[in-house]
């Protein structure tokens, strides 16, 4: 009789575990394109990595607004929310940038009710649509499927962006 020892395979637990994203928390963060008739959304993955879009929310109010994003930070687990600023050219706070400002006033106080309340971080976003738009036409992307995307690949823009500038060096 031949004794074959047992397989070793990976630890069950401790840093190395593969599951061990369920036993720690892998906090993640949220990328807000706000437009004034939609949101798009992006979210990092689970390695805070990098940023992959999400969705685009429909705009129904700041207070309704703030409602889904103070759900979406609960359904997963957002420690972080970077919200794109659209500042002008000349980086003065202009029309758009004092809306997106306002719907930060509401979103604020929502988030800050959350048990685990998430960080409100702000992240230029000057020519990001531009760049996402470029990435899609790369990507052969049709003018219609563009329409429905352009938002959330803004999103993953600015939330990448801000990733970036925060990486321990």
């Not at 979210?43 to 990098?50: G, P, Q, V």
């Not at 049709?142 to 429905?148: A, I, V």
Request: aromatic share 4%; glycine share 8%.
């Amino acid at each position: 009789m031949i004794c074959v020892p047992a397989l070793q395979g990976p630890p069950l637990e401790g840093l190395y575990f593969f599951g061990a994203a369920s036993k720690m928390s892998a906090m993640r963060a949220l990328g807000l394109d706000v437009g004034s008739k939609t949101i798009g959304v992006a979210i990092t993955d689970e390695a805070n990595i990098a940023a992959h879009p999400l969705t685009v929310l429909e705009r129904m109010g700041n207070v309704k607004d703030a409602r889904v994003i103070a759900e979406l930070c609960t359904q997963h687990a957002i420690s972080d929310v970077v919200i794109g600023m659209p500042f002008e050219l000349s980086g003065r706070v202009g029309l758009r940038a004092r809306r997106v400002q306002e719907l930060i006033n509401v979103v604020r106080p929502a988030l800050a009710a959350l048990p685990a309340a998430p960080k409100i971080h702000e992240q230029d976003e000057r020519f990001t649509t531009a760049q996402a738009q470029r990435v899609l036409i790369e990507a052969d992307m049709s003018r219609q499927k563009r329409k429905g995307v352009i938002d959330q690949q803004a999103a993953a823009l600015i939330l990448q962006g801000w990733m970036d500038g925060h990486r321990p060096k």
